[in-house]
């Protein structure tokens, strides 16, 4: 029986298809740094094996899944090398394994990991499901029919695949240090959609996504008019949102999602769009779009005294409006606290004034240090830079959380893609 072991298995893909092969009975280990990673969460509580890098880890009859961040020169790869064993790199292991189901890539700039937790979520009520999230959740069922995956548009990844369906959320220029404009990052989708072997589901109401081009069908949906699939009547409560779906100006189905702000209807209307066109039943869907409890931190809340926490993946302008539009939603009455911290000097910097936009939506605005990676130059970007743009916006650090507990009875949002969790962990422990 083939041993797959995983070159950096804490990364989120990699953990989510370690989690699948090994509940359709495959034999999976894996090695990573030692620095404890939240992914490695359920890969321990599914038994998975998870070893410090160690050349003596490769053993002979393995097959070697090989994380994009490691290159050739790693010393497990080096070892894989030298005994001749097979050696895939994560997007093409998954490419190579979609083959077997109905393959439904979600892609976006925005609202990705959102619409492929809610996607695998509803198809499973009424086929068994397979699905990788970027959150690093993956499950495997034996009897899977769909297989459900985010793919993602960095360094054009999601080239690799070749899904039967894609669902595309929106286009937007995200990746400031890998793509040079709007104009490269549409190239990347249109090179994709191409790809696409039965139909495509995109929001119409994307300016970007309204000249895709394709071999096959392409099914719109949004707000506007002139969509497929159109969102009408939208009651937005603090409970959740309701909303009467058309099908080409025919009246559908009724649907309510426990869930908040614009993007999340859009979601929601992109998941009903794909399983109407797989001939899935309304009530179906309806029952499971309800029963969707949110993937991991989008905007996952609690209560502590009288504040509400939540802590949200928010790290680009577009995500901030919306996160903070969701909050307004659902606690019109409160105070909306945004705790932020910029992710990568490259994208603090190009869209540094869409960032004071957006963040300005809240009644407070507290920012952290700007979260870079190695292989940056930030040149003379501060947080201070940001911090001028933002009436009354103050900065704060780890070591001294005390400015929130002022906001007695106000909703704190954690927002950003970096570690700005030990500053929420800070704070908790400091109210606790």
């Avoid at 097979?86 to 700039?109: C, K, Q, W």
């Amino acid at each position: 029986m083939t041993i797959y072991h995983f070159v950096g298995i804490k990364g989120s893909g990699m953990s989510a298809l370690a989690q699948i092969l090994h509940d359709m009975d495959y034999h999976v280990q894996g090695s990573d740094v030692e620095k404890h990673f939240f992914t490695q969460i359920a890969l321990e509580q599914s038994g998975i094996k998870i070893l410090p890098f160690n050349e003596d880890n490769i053993q002979p009859g393995m097959t070697i899944i090989a994380g994009n961040a490691f290159p050739d020169t790693h010393e497990e790869i080096q070892r894989a090398m030298e005994l001749g064993l097979p050696i895939v790199r994560y997007h093409r292991f998954l490419g190579d394994f979609m083959e077997n189901f109905t393959s439904v890539a979600i892609t976006g700039a925005h609202g990705k990991t959102s619409t492929t937790g809610l996607l695998a979520h509803v198809i499973k009520g009424a086929k068994p499901t397979s699905f990788l999230i970027g959150d690093g959740t993956g499950k495997g069922h034996k009897e899977a029919e769909y297989f459900v995956f985010e793919a993602c548009e960095y360094r054009r990844h999601f080239l690799s695949y070749f899904p039967d369906y894609a669902i595309m959320t929106n286009i937007d220029f995200d990746h400031p240090d890998y793509f040079a404009n709007l104009e490269d990052v549409f190239s990347a989708f249109q090179e994709m959609a191409w790809q696409v072997k039965k139909g495509i589901i995109a929001c119409g109401d994307d300016e970007q996504l309204q000249k895709i081009q394709a071999k096959v069908p392409v099914v719109f949906y949004g707000f506007a008019e002139e969509n497929d699939f159109q969102a009408r009547n939208v009651v937005k409560s603090t409970n959740g949102t309701t909303f009467d779906v058309f099908v080409r100006n025919t009246f559908y189905h009724t649907f309510s999602i426990p869930a908040y702000g614009d993007h999340n209807v859009l979601n929601a209307l992109g998941v009903i769009a794909l399983c109407n066109y797989e001939g899935i039943d309304a009530k179906i869907i309806e029952e499971q779009l309800n029963t969707f409890s949110g993937v991991k931190r989008r905007f996952s809340e609690k209560e502590i005294g009288g504040q509400v926490i939540i802590d949200d993946y928010a790290h680009h302008p577009t995500e901030i409006k919306a996160t903070i539009q969701a909050a307004n939603q659902k606690y019109p009455d409160r105070d909306i606290i945004a705790v932020f911290q910029p992710h990568t000097f490259t994208r603090t910097q190009t869209f540094l004034q869409e960032f004071a936009d957006s963040l300005s939506e809240a009644d407070k605005v507290y920012l952290c240090e700007i979260f870079g990676s190695a292989r940056e130059n930030h040149g003379k970007l501060s947080i201070e830079n940001l911090q001028e743009k933002i009436n009354g916006a103050e900065i704060i650090t780890e070591e001294d959380t005390s400015e929130l507990t002022k906001y007695e009875n106000g909703v704190i949002i954690f927002m950003g893609a970096g570690d700005i969790q030990k500053f929420q962990e800070a704070y908790e422990k400091k109210i606790n």
